[in-house]
């Protein structure tokens, strides 16, 4: 029913739409291990199903859970959600998820990444990934999805952001650090992802703001909104722990054209004021092979996490003073969508936020 | 997006339809517990996955596998099979998925009993079975079905046959068992039965064929093939191990009428000449709280248990001599059908056949 393909999107006319294109819904998968997340990952369960019931206002939301948790979560989910049968080794399906392409025909198919946990052996954040890998397949099996397979070749969702017209945005942290493509120069990863997204442009900044976690993905720090425009995170206090990155991914942005040509319009969007300290790590549990928490460390907080519905904007609240500028920020960006916040402390606390938990699939 | 409805299926105008009626796809499971099939499960997957193709023919399967054999089944089962994970405590749809029903205006819903592995604590084959349990409102979210349930009243697909104008037939040896309702008078599972699926008529056989198995499931002993019609097994052998059952049934059915007055025709289906006998008993794991099985012991092996398809029909074949007459027989019962013969004693040994491991979804 779905189908392997042997040849590339680019080869067989089929692209990578940016996130503002028509969906048919959003992919999420179950919070669930106590050694990521605290209390046993009850709040951050409240959260996903927050986050969950949020985008169903918009289009229609699966969430899938292991067999363990697949009564808790159908309780907890609103009856409008689609609740399936998935085995992961976390919750973070834009990382481990299918990236889907369209064509103009309307079909969708869907490119089957290696995932490696955010570098493997080499800094990975947990062994083993096997059932996270296995995601791609087992949502495309349930859609009838044909897939495209990348053996060797090592790719987050969060570490793209297409314009959907042949420009891709991305870190030079993420995607050259050494657990993802070690063996391949720079020129040969673009090449890669030209072939596989159907791009003639690819847009580096340097660097993203959690090197230690997913070493820097785009999804923190800049986004498009539309064709020829992108946000980009902001800060002109000095002293934030982002300022030197914030700066320069606003510097590369305005100075860049995209694949069309266009000199992109670059909208800003506040940082949180405090950073989102982490509380109760001590409900975390101590696994070897997984990054130990200290309680107060600082959790990846950006606004720029958000993910783009139909007709909506999901967006991370953190209970901070700037919470309501982002709101504000973001819907001037979008005037034709309506923005919902969302509290997502316990989302950041296990490392990443509302874009990092959701995936989603074109209309196509 | 599948919803549980408190009605019953009748105030909805809702009814089962006939096995013959125009389906969408059928439904499996993947077997896998070393306790009950031999060998580790290697022979009777190898069966299944014949089955699975032999469908796959006529119209589309899906087959459910934990997620331990997810990539095993993948690659034992043809491209064309949709396979997605699903946990159960083993491999018959028939008896724990859901019974779908359909309206005039093409909606389908489907019925979520409840499942106690076939006499619960009473005489039940193995514990637990709450995955089992599960596996109806699994199947109906991902196909975004809405469920009725029926708390309190078990109930295996296996057990029952219906004409889809108001006529079921059943056996009084599974569905009086103290193993199910045992505080339910005959006519108050009647009445259950009538509300559930949209009946006028039980016609009431007295005993199934494998007492100690199912008690005695229907879909051994006869079927509707199509309104008017049923099949009925039949042996003129009076030392065969089912010449009671056989000549019982056959008797009950030429003696009744169905829900719209109507005499019904009998077609005889012959029974295998010799018993399936178990082989590699010493090959199956011994737990307990599962039926212990012997070497040599016979398996149940019924030309009966075929299931209907979109223009086919797949029946058992056991390597008999009677293998050729049945299907002779069953292809004159169903002369618009082509019949396909799949050898399945490696099922048999597992406690059922063709008909137990598939559920089928119809077209609505």
Known sequence: MAKRIESTPKADGFRMPG?????????????ERPDNWRNG???????????????SQFEPVTVCVSPAQ????RYELPSEVRVVEMTSNDAWIRDCGPTFVVNDKGDVRAIDWDFNSWGGLYDGLYFP???????????????????????????????IHVDGEGTLLTTEMCLLSPGRNPDMTKEEIEEKLKEYLNLEKVIWI?????????????????????????ACIWTEDENHPFYRQAQDAYKTLCEATDAKGRKLKV??????????????????????????????????ASYMNFLIVNGGIILPQYGDENDALAIEQVQAMFPDRKVVGVRTEEIAYGGGNIHCITQQQPRG
């Open 19 to 31: 996130e503002f294109e028509e969906q048919k819904q959003v992919w999420m998968l179950w919070p």
């Open 41 to 55: 990952a009850k709040p951050a369960q409240k959260a996903f199903a927050a986050v969950a019931k949020a985008i």
């Open 70 to 73: 697949y009564q808790h979560a």
């Open 129 to 159: 990934w096997d059932q996270d890998d296995l995601v791609p397949q087992k949502v495309c099996e349930i859609e009838g999805i044909d897939t495209y397979r990348t053996p060797g070749f090592v790719l987050e969702g969060g570490s």
């Open 206 to 230: 340097r660097d993203g703001i959690d090197p230690y976690e997913t070493n820097g993905h785009i999804d923190d720090v800049a986004c498009f909104i539309r064709p020829g425009e992108v």
């Open 267 to 300: 909208h800003k969007l506040c940082l949180s004021k405090e950073p989102c300290y982490l509380k109760g790590a001590d409900t975390i549990e101590c696994i070897e092979g997984t990054l130990p928490r200290e309680e107060g460390e600082v959790s990846i």
